[in-house]
């Protein structure tokens, strides 16, 4: 767990006082809200803490969140007045494959515990984390927040899906309850989509495509191979959103968000880019790889998965992305950085050099 | 709770031995089950009790299936070989859509405990029951059993309804584990239409169509009125099935079901 106070003195009879929770506080989006908030950069310095802000970032060590006395000795302890929700059992393709059945009854209970503790002790404002890929297979694009429950999920990891869903569903149940009972309080949630930086998941077998790439070239760079091949034709689009705009816009969305319907958290449909121009744009970063091949014997994923992030772009009109080649640059400069830091809480996993 | 053995003495060697478990035993379906395994009515027989199984129907007074420590005191007395899962949270549509959290987290929580129990007890085959209005609120009819999460339920208890296809989901987790770990075993569920029969819910307030029609004319009736009205045009279609139907493909879905996926338990159009 690590408190963040900001410089200025705390004032603990503000009433403006906010005590915000962050349930996965050391995965990749915590640990990225928590370098947005104590940056010292001048750019997006309406992200950094506010004064009347106290940021808890929970990690597993405060406890497990499937075991509901450790949630309300959490609650109890902190008394957050705003909870983001980031807490999930997560995993690679193979690993939901094999165990949808755990997938779902750890995420099912987590969530129970995080939300109805939230319900109970008077928690103003709730935001879950919800995800693209939880969407139905069979759907028309662009997908928008309205369709989350149109159609069955992915065959692949229909567990994580499901419950991850089933979030909204229960976010509705709190909201109708909070408005009968004329209590104010609101349940929430964002969804992003393909996220990648720093603090990612390197992990050979687990990780998403980036930072897979990322780890593979960084290999294969270091063998001194001239090229680097990708499973399929590399022309499947899909939209990565960096990890520290995703952090900017959850503060933003922590403080200022007030509907109780998703929304969603990706870059413009314009910047949908090709496996192959993600693959290139990495390649960049190491000077022994000159080239990217495909290898089409290997089946393609979906060619499109576009989701439209107009209602971000209500929200928050003016806000910049970083560009996708800076932010793969950053990503791969911090890797390379942090491969032999073993004090690091960089999970790397297997590296099977 | 009530026990039934058959009129033979039950073989305690005999390795055919079914040891079945009913949640919501005193309900509509699980009396109408009862009724039906204890007749001595020559039709239908087959669904009858037979020599080698037990069948023990469980109410509220046995526990609250909402309490896991309770469910595993309930499964550790009686050891089921076969669960048939019918206990709920239900209500009719006012209760529904005033407490759309509590029908769905009591019956997530109810569904959890009985399934994970059985699943760690080696419950052989786990028969849950899931309903008709948990379908797509916006479908093509008519609907069938491969369209039950093609899209969002109807508004009014929507938390009951995906709380009751969250069962779908988890049998699916449980027929998988079991299939990955060469173990036997079955995560089914039926998926019965509109019932109504004797036991019914008859509550002026909570009862569905046919129960509540029967008891309003009954008080009209007894006033001396010479007619009834309904409201709406009455033109409306629906499938109905009379309880004691619905418990008889039950026994039988129970004994000689073995396919994972849902199977609707529907009536004829009158």
Same mark, same amino acid.
């Given at each position: 767990?690590?408190?963040?106070?900001?410089?200025?003195?705390?004032?603990?009879?503000?009433?403006?006082?906010?005590?915000?929770?962050?349930?996965?506080?050391?995965?990749?989006?915590?640990?990225?809200?928590?370098?947005?908030?104590?940056?010292?950069?001048?750019?997006?310095?309406?992200?950094?803490?506010?004064?009347?802000?106290?940021?808890?970032?929970?990690?597993?060590?405060?406890?497990?969140?499937?075991?509901?006395?450790?949630?309300?000795?959490?609650?109890?302890?902190?008394?957050?007045?705003?909870?983001?929700?980031?807490?999930?059992?997560?995993?690679?393709?193979?690993?939901?494959?094999?165990?949808?059945?755990?997938?779902?009854?750890?995420?099912?209970?987590?969530?129970?515990?995080?939300?109805?503790?939230?319900?109970?002790?008077?928690?103003?404002?709730?935001?879950?984390?919800?995800?693209?890929?939880?969407?139905?297979?069979?759907?028309?694009?662009?997908?928008?927040?309205?369709?989350?429950?149109?159609?069955?999920?992915?065959?692949?990891?229909?567990?994580?899906?499901?419950?991850?869903?089933?979030?909204?569903?229960?976010?509705?149940?709190?909201?109708?309850?909070?408005?009968?009972?004329?209590?104010?309080?609101?349940?929430?949630?964002?969804?992003?989509?393909?996220?990648?930086?720093?603090?990612?998941?390197?992990?050979?077998?687990?990780?998403?495509?980036?930072?897979?790439?990322?780890?593979?070239?960084?290999?294969?760079?270091?063998?001194?191979?001239?090229?680097?091949?990708?499973?399929?034709?590399?022309?499947?689009?899909?939209?990565?959103?960096?990890?520290?705009?995703?952090?900017?816009?959850?503060?933003?969305?922590?403080?200022?968000?007030?509907?109780?319907?998703?929304?969603?958290?990706?870059?413009?449909?314009?910047?949908?880019?090709?496996?192959?121009?993600?693959?290139?744009?990495?390649?960049?970063?190491?000077?022994?790889?000159?080239?990217?091949?495909?290898?089409?014997?290997?089946?393609?994923?979906?060619?499109?998965?576009?989701?439209?992030?107009?209602?971000?772009?209500?929200?928050?009109?003016?806000?910049?992305?970083?560009?996708?080649?800076?932010?793969?640059?950053?990503?791969?400069?911090?890797?390379?950085?942090?491969?032999?830091?073993?004090?690091?809480?960089?999970?790397?996993?297997?590296?099977?050099? | 709770?009530?026990?039934?053995?058959?009129?033979?003495?039950?073989?305690?060697?005999?390795?055919?031995?079914?040891?079945?478990?009913?949640?919501?035993?005193?309900?509509?379906?699980?009396?109408?089950?009862?009724?039906?395994?204890?007749?001595?009515?020559?039709?239908?027989?087959?669904?009858?009790?037979?020599?080698?199984?037990?069948?023990?129907?469980?109410?509220?007074?046995?526990?609250?299936?909402? #309490?896991?420590? &309770?469910? =595993?005191?309930?499964?550790?007395?009686?050891?089921?070989?076969?669960?048939?899962? @019918? $206990?709920? *949270?239900?209500?009719?549509?006012?209760?529904?859509?005033?407490?759309?959290?509590?029908?769905?987290?009591?019956?997530?929580?109810?569904?959890?405990?009985?399934?994970?129990?059985?699943?760690?007890?080696?419950?052989?085959?786990?028969?849950?029951?899931?309903?008709?209005?948990?379908?797509?609120?916006?479908?093509?009819?008519?609907?069938?059993?491969?369209?039950?999460?093609?899209?969002?339920?109807?508004?009014?208890?929507?938390?009951?309804?995906?709380?009751?296809?969250?069962?779908?989901?988890?049998?699916?987790?449980?027929?998988?584990?079991?299939?990955?770990?060469?173990?036997?075993?079955?995560?089914?569920?039926?998926?019965?239409?509109?019932?109504?029969?004797?036991? #019914?819910?008859? &509550?002026? =307030?909570?009862?569905?169509?046919?129960?509540?029609?029967?008891?309003?004319?009954? @008080? $009209?009736? *007894?006033?001396?009125?010479?007619?009834?009205?309904?409201?709406?045009?009455?033109?409306?279609?629906?499938?109905?099935?009379?309880?004691?139907?619905?418990?008889?493909?039950?026994?039988?879905?129970?004994?000689?079901?073995?396919?994972?996926?849902?199977?609707?338990?529907?009536?004829?159009?009158?």
């Amino acid at each position: 767990m690590e408190c963040l106070f900001p410089n200025s003195i705390w004032n603990e009879d503000d009433s403006r006082n906010e005590c915000i929770l962050v349930t996965g506080g050391t995965g990749l989006i915590g640990t990225s809200i928590r370098e947005v908030l104590t940056s010292t950069s001048l750019t997006n310095s309406e992200f950094q803490i506010k004064p009347f802000e106290k940021w808890t970032f929970l990690s597993s060590k405060d406890g497990d969140l499937r075991d509901l006395t450790d949630v309300k000795r959490i609650f109890e302890k902190y008394k957050p007045t705003m909870v983001v929700h980031l807490a999930a059992k997560v995993g690679g393709l193979y690993t939901n494959m094999a165990n949808n059945l755990e997938f779902f009854r750890d995420n099912i209970m987590i969530n129970d515990n995080v939300l109805h503790t939230s319900y109970e002790c008077g928690v103003k404002k709730v935001i879950s984390c919800l995800s693209t890929c939880i969407f139905p297979d069979k759907t028309t694009y662009p997908i928008d927040e309205t369709m989350v429950h149109n159609g069955p999920p992915h065959e692949s990891n229909y567990g994580y899906s499901y419950a991850k869903r089933m979030i909204d569903v229960q976010n509705r149940g709190y909201n109708q309850k909070l408005k009968a009972q004329g209590r104010q309080g609101l349940f929430t949630s964002i969804v992003p989509c393909n996220i990648f930086g720093p603090w990612d998941n390197f992990d050979l077998k687990e990780s998403h495509v980036i930072p897979g790439l990322i780890h593979k070239m960084y290999l294969a760079n270091k063998r001194g191979d001239s090229g680097y091949t990708i499973y399929g034709t590399g022309a499947p689009l899909r939209q990565f959103i960096f990890s520290r705009d995703l952090a900017n816009l959850t503060i933003g969305i922590t403080r200022s968000y007030t509907d109780p319907e998703p929304i969603i958290l990706s870059v413009d449909e314009d910047d949908e880019v090709s496996i192959k121009a993600v693959a290139e744009m990495i390649a960049s970063n190491f000077p022994n790889i000159k080239e990217i091949k495909t290898d089409p014997s290997y089946a393609d994923g979906q060619y499109k998965k576009t989701a439209n992030n107009g209602k971000l772009r209500a929200l928050f009109p003016s806000f910049k992305f970083t560009s996708l080649n800076d932010a793969i640059c950053e990503s791969v400069v911090w890797f390379i950085k942090n491969y032999d830091n073993k004090t690091c809480i960089i999970r790397l996993g297997s590296t099977n050099d | 709770m009530e026990c039934l053995f058959p009129n033979s003495i039950w073989n305690e060697d005999d390795s055919r031995n079914e040891c079945i478990l009913v949640t919501g035993g005193t309900g509509l379906i699980g009396t109408s089950i009862r009724e039906v395994l204890t007749s001595t009515s020559l039709t239908n027989s087959e669904f009858q009790i037979k020599p080698f199984e037990k069948w023990t129907f469980l109410s509220s007074k046995d526990g609250d299936l909402r #309490d896991l420590t &309770d469910v =595993k005191r309930i499964f550790e007395k009686y050891k089921p070989t076969m669960v048939v899962h @019918l $206990a709920a *949270k239900v209500g009719g549509l006012y209760t529904n859509m005033a407490n759309n959290l509590e029908f769905f987290r009591d019956n997530i929580m109810i569904n959890d405990n009985v399934l994970h129990t059985s699943y760690e007890c080696g419950v052989k085959k786990v028969i849950s029951c899931l309903s008709t209005c948990i379908f797509p609120d916006k479908t093509t009819y008519p609907i069938d059993e491969t369209m039950v999460h093609n899209g969002p339920p109807h508004e009014s208890n929507y938390g009951y309804s995906y709380a009751k296809r969250m069962i779908d989901v988890q049998n699916r987790g449980y027929n998988q584990k079991l299939k990955a770990q060469g173990r036997q075993g079955l995560f089914t569920s039926i998926v019965p239409c509109n019932i109504f029969g004797p036991w #019914d819910n008859f &509550d002026l =307030k909570e009862s569905h169509v046919i129960p509540g029609l029967i008891h309003k004319m009954y @008080l $009209a009736n *007894k006033r001396g009125d010479s007619g009834y009205t309904i409201y709406g045009t009455g033109a409306p279609l629906r499938q109905f099935i009379f309880s004691r139907d619905l418990a008889n493909l039950t026994i039988g879905i129970t004994r000689s079901y073995t396919d994972p996926e849902p199977i609707i338990l529907s009536g004829m159009i009158p």
